[in-house]
């Protein structure tokens, strides 16, 4: 009976022999001579999402006059360092576009007037439209080494809008946005019939 | 063993030395780095602000294909699964852009005014992932997804939103928005309410993308 097994074991093992030699033969065969090969194996993998339904969760009615775009990319790093071993590394590329205006929710009472064919506006002072300007879609992942929670991706995030805040909303940004705010707001009244326009801007705290 | 002692003294310096100011067993390094600024002046008045959710899901299957004598085979392979689902939020606006408004666009009959207003434009300002909520199920062979998979995913994720954008009717309440926006303006320079007609111009086709969506300024590209 022990007998029996070794032989049958024997005759497994060395058909699966012969199988890979086969294999290896066709193979090196296939490179030499340069056509496709009779056996061939691979593995696929899906880099496609789901298709998946998108919810509108919110509406809303806003009045906001955009004077200055400033479209920024930063490059923000975060590492672990270990004693005995390689360091953790996480380098992330963000975009954004930070978009410079009044916020027609910020305007006083009565904030446009005209007496006969002059247009007096006292706009609010100029500031960043919308604090959510990062595009977390357009982010690269630059170099990645170690495993990251998402607590980690949490504080890039914030140190990337940080940053580009610092590096954007400038006093020389903001002056050009508020130039930029009275020549425009000036023409489009100008279109509206106005013979003159005076246009008040409340400067920035 | 008088000779292995000084030797091993002076790795452990070594090995301490490399350890930025002796802190604790871990600490995080930080930098960031500009890249670009480009500034550009702009003359768009943002009607409506939609926020749009959406679950991106992602079913990594292994397959092993091949073929063995003319014989395709395409086998899938049960321990290779992985699964992520990443929620994510994406904040789209529409605009009237007034860089090409003109006295061709304003009608004046004594008291009454009529304006039509450029063609309402949509363009996505941002986009989050809520990191937190990222759930991946990965089985014993397979590695967790990397970060560059997973900005992948978002990025197929907010670009099949915009695929949806003509479905939304978001045109039609930015029409009404812009209008509601315009009209307490115009009432406040002395026109009466009743005086005033905005339009839009009626053949804009909302099924072509790349005639409601601001490629330009936006931060996906199409």
Not at chain 1, 154 to 166: F, G, N, P, S, V
Not at chain 2, 43 to 65: C, F, G, M, P, S
Request: charged residues 25%.
């Amino acid at each position: 009976m022990k007998k029996k097994i070794i032989q049958f074991l024997k005759l497994v093992f060395g058909l699966i022999a012969m199988a890979l030699i086969l294999l290896a033969f066709f193979s090196i065969r296939s490179c030499w001579r340069g056509i496709p090969s009779p056996i061939s194996l691979h593995a696929s993998f899906q880099k496609e999402i789901d298709l998946t339904p998108s919810q509108i969760r919110a509406v809303e009615q806003i009045g906001e006059w955009e004077f200055l775009c400033i479209s920024d990319e930063e490059m923000i790093d975060t590492a672990i360092t270990h004693w005995f071993s390689r360091d953790d590394r996480l380098v992330r590329i963000y975009q954004g576009t930070l978009r410079l205006g009044i916020d027609f929710q910020d305007c006083q009472e009565h904030w446009a007037t005209s007496k006969g064919d002059t247009a007096i506006l006292r706009l609010p002072p100029i500031k960043l439209l919308d604090r959510r300007f990062i595009d977390e879609a357009r982010t690269r992942s630059f170099y990645e080494l170690g495993e990251w929670d998402a607590q980690a991706k949490e504080d890039l995030y914030h140190r990337a809008q940080q940053t580009m805040i610092k590096r954007c909303m400038t006093r020389e940004n903001i002056q050009r946005a508020e130039e930029n705010a009275r020549t425009q707001v000036e023409a489009l009244f100008r279109t509206l019939g106005y013979k003159a326009v005076r246009v008040e801007i409340q400067p920035n705290s | 063993m008088k000779r292995i002692l000084p030797l091993l003294a002076m790795l452990i310096l070594m090995a301490c030395s490399g350890h930025k100011k002796g802190e604790a067993d871990s600490q995080a390094k930080k930098d960031s780095i500009n890249l670009v600024l480009r500034i550009s002046r702009q003359n768009r008045l943002y009607t409506a602000e939609y926020q749009v959710h959406k679950i991106v899901t992602h079913d990594d299957l292994l397959h092993l294909k091949g073929s063995i004598l003319g014989f395709e085979y395409d086998q899938k392979i049960s321990l290779g699964d992985r699964k992520v689902a990443i929620p994510i939020d994406v904040t789209l606006k529409s605009y009237v852009d007034f860089a090409n408004f003109t006295e061709r666009n304003v009608e004046r009959s004594g008291d009454f005014i009529h304006i039509t207003l450029p063609d309402p434009r949509i363009v996505i300002t941002a986009s989050k992932v809520d990191h937190e909520g990222i759930r991946q199920y990965t089985s014993l062979f397979r590695s967790n997804y990397s970060d560059s998979e997973l900005t992948d995913f978002t990025r197929q994720g907010v670009e099949s939103i915009l695929e949806q954008i003509p479905q939304m009717g978001i045109l039609t309440t930015a029409r009404e928005s812009a209008a509601q926006t315009l009209i307490p303006l115009l009432t406040e320079m002395g026109y009466d309410e009743d005086h005033i007609v905005i339009t839009f111009r009626e053949d804009l086709d909302a099924s072509k993308r790349h005639e409601i969506y601001d490629n330009e300024g936006s931060v996906i590209k199409l």
